[in-house]
């Protein structure tokens, strides 16, 4: 697809759950497929020009997890930007993501945007928090660049879902966070994965987007966990150089194959 004009085009793409071995599976679900199928779609569909990845990267946080990711990016030649979940050893991802292509950076800058990741995990916790300096490097960068509009990523949710379950592993300092951006009017946007569902929220001007899984995804509005036999599914995100941004979530065409639907966890 030919790259429209004064628009730069991101591809999201979270919890993709990545095994040891490329053939095994999750609730019944062989994630290391689903992830290149995605990939695979979407930039036979879209041109891309940055690929954000959000987080529980890896379902076995291993070399090997993270080595396969790497080269399922590195097909595609197309920066790629790595953050880390609850699922995920993020020491491990900066060592084995860690070329100028595709990489753990926390920043970056594409004509009038820039682009921020957020560590919002708590060792040895589902739930999510954002340290001091996690907020320190977002309110410096902030400061450092007012011209440019700004587009943050993290892996947990700062907005409620309604999923009873799901809302008691939201960024516990969330208010934290809204009182920092709270001086940066050019924050534009805030994505993020974990909730495994699409999310298309806004808080004082500011786009809050979850993306849905790249394998499995959990049914809306919960009160437990609960599976949804929606299929796997990305998020194509265009930044204008006016500062608008466009979104839309894509879905691969067939359901997911192996789900264990009826599982209480995993």
Sequence with gaps: MPEITGCTTLLHVTDTHILAAPEATLLGVNTAH?????????????HVDLVLLTGDLAQDPCVASYQFIYDALAIYNTPS?????????????????????????????????????????????????LAEEELEFLDTCLAAHPQHYTLLAMHHHCVKTQSIWMDTMIIANRQQLFDVVSHHPQLKAIIHGHIHQNLDAKIANIHVLGTPSTCFQFKPK??????DDTSPGY???????????????????????GLQLHTHGY
């Excluded at 998020?235 to 194959?257: A, H, K």
């Design 81 to 129: 930007l790595c953050l880390p979940g609850n699922h995920d050893d993020y020491p491990l991802m900066q060592q084995v993501f860690n070329t100028e292509s595709i990489s753990c950076r926390k920043q970056v800058l594409i004509k009038n945007w820039q682009c921020l990741s957020l560590n919002s995990q708590i060792i040895g916790a589902n739930g999510g928090y």
């Design 34 to 46: 689903y992830f290149q199928t995605v990939l695979k779609q979407a930039f036979t569909n879209h």
């Design 235 to 257: 998020r194509i995100i265009r930044l204008y150089d006016d500062g608008q941004i466009t979104s839309e979530v894509m879905r691969l065409s067939t359901p997911v194959q």
């Design 222 to 227: 919960a009160h437990e966990f609960e599976l």
